[in-house]
C-alpha cells in the first residue's frame, strides 16, 4: 500500500513537471500593437495557434507606443512593437529603445521597406489621402479637395480633422509631409494658416476619418486605407482624393524592444508577421493598405504607391527630425490662434 501512495505521488509530481515544461517551452509575450485592433487581435490568435506562444497586448498609437517604451526603459514590460509608422521607428531606434534582429523572413522585403541594420522590418504600406463627407461638401458648395491648398478655404473653419502629430504617426506623416514637399518655413506657415480654421486634432489618424465619415467634419486627413476601411462598415458617405501637389504614405513596422522578456518568442513573433500567411490576414478582417512581402497578395481595393502622386519621402529624415519637428509644431502652431 505504502509502495503504491509512494508511485501515485511521483506520478503526480513527474506529471506536474512535464506540464510546467510543456508551459514554459511554449512561452508567452506581450506586444505593443499600433495597427488596427480587428487586425491586431486576429493576426495574435493566429500566431497563438501556429506556435502556442501565450500573447497578450495593448492597442496605442504609434506616438503612444514610443513614449510608453521610453518610460519603460530600465525595465521594458512589452518585448514586441507591432504595427505603426516607421518615423517612429526610426526615433526610437536613435534614442536606443529597439534590438536590431534581422529575420530570415526579412530577406522576402524591398530595402527600402526595411531597416538596413534590421531594426524595424515593414509590413504594410498606406497613403495620406484626403477623406471627405459628400453631404457636407455638397451643402456647403465645395468640390472634393484636389490640392492641400483647398483646405485652406475658409468653409473649412472647424470642419477638417488630422491626427495630432505629437499622438498620431498619422498626424506626424502630414506634418512631415508638407515639410518635405515645401520647405520648412513654407510648410510651417501652411499649418498656421490651417490651425487658424480650428482643425479638430485627434490621438488617432483613424479616429479623424470616422469623424469625416459620421459627418462631424467635411475632410479629414488621414491614410487612405482607413477610408476603404470606413466605406466598407457603412460609411458610403465619403469620397477619397489625393493632393495633386504630391501625398506622403507610411511604412508601418515591426520590431524588438530592447531588453524587453522572451526574446526567443519576441524573434520567433517578428519572423512569423513577415510571412505572406501573416501579412494576409488583414484583409481577412477588413484592412486594406499594401504589404510587404513580395509573395503576398495586397487587398483588391488597395490603393498602390504607383497609381497616385506620392513625394520621395525620407523616412530617416522624418524620424531623425520628429521630436525637433513636434516641438516646433506644438510652440509656434498649436499654442496660437
Known amino acids: 500500500m505504502i509502495r ?76 514586441v512593437w507591432f504595427g505603426g509608422t516607421a518615423d517612429t521607428f526610426v526615433q526610437a531606434k ?13 530577406r522576402m522585403i524591398d530595402p527600402e521597406y526595411k531597416d538596413a541594420e534590421g531594426y524595424w522590418t515593414g509590413i504594410y504600406i498606406g497613403s495620406i489621402a484626403f477623406i471627405s463627407n459628400k453631404t457636407w461638401l455638397q451643402q456647403t458648395g465645395l468640390s472634393v479637395p484636389q490640392s492641400w491648398e483647398d483646405l485652406l478655404k475658409p468653409e473649412y473653419r472647424t470642419m477638417i480633422a488630422m491626427g495630432s502629430p505629437n499622438l498620431s504617426g498619422t498626424g506626424y506623416t502630414v506634418l512631415a509631409t508638407i515639410i518635405q514637399l ?77 531588453n524587453g522578456p522572451n526574446m526567443e518568442e519576441a524573434r520567433k513573433f517578428v519572423d512569423w508577421s513577415l510571412t505572406k500567411q501573416a501579412q494576409e490576414i488583414g484583409k481577412q478582417v477588413g484592412n486594406y493598405q499594401m504589404l510587404t512581402n513580395q509573395d503576398a497578395i495586397p487587398p483588391e ?19 531623425s527630425n520628429r521630436e525637433r519637428l513636434i516641438t516646433k509644431w506644438k510652440n509656434e502652431v498649436l499654442q496660437k490662434k
Open 301 to 319: 481595393e488597395a490603393i498602390s504607391l504607383q497609381s497616385i502622386n506620392v513625394i520621395t519621402y525620407d523616412f530617416n529624415w522624418a524620424g
Open 94 to 106: 536613435q534614442e536606443g529603445l529597439l534590438e536590431p534582429y534581422e529575420s530570415i523572413n526579412a
Open 182 to 258: 515645401l520647405g520648412e518655413e513654407k510648410g510651417f506657415d501652411y499649418f498656421r494658416k490651417l490651425n487658424q480654421l480650428s482643425p479638430v486634432y485627434t490621438s488617432s489618424g483613424s479616429t479623424s476619418g470616422r469623424a469625416a465619415g459620421m459627418g462631424d467634419v467635411g475632410t479629414a486627413i488621414a491614410f487612405s486605407h482607413d477610408a476603404i476601411k470606413l466605406y466598407k462598415e457603412g460609411f458610403q458617405n465619403i469620397v477619397i482624393s489625393f493632393p495633386k501637389e504630391g501625398t506622403g504614405y507610411e511604412i508601418g513596422g515591426v520590431g524588438i524592444i530592447k
Open 4 to 79: 503504491m501512495i509512494r508511485s501515485v505521488l511521483l506520478l503526480a509530481i513527474l506529471t506536474l513537471f512535464l506540464a510546467s515544461c510543456s508551459m514554459k517551452s511554449s512561452g508567452s509575450l506581450v506586444i505593443y500593437a499600433g495597427l488596427y485592433e480587428d487586425h491586431a487581435i486576429r493576426a495574435i490568435e493566429m500566431f497563438q495557434k501556429e506556435t502556442g506562444i501565450k500573447v497578450s497586448y495593448t492597442r496605442l498609437s504609434a506616438g503612444e507606443v514610443l513614449e510608453r517604451i521610453r518610460k519603460e526603459k530600465d525595465n521594458p514590460n512589452a518585448s
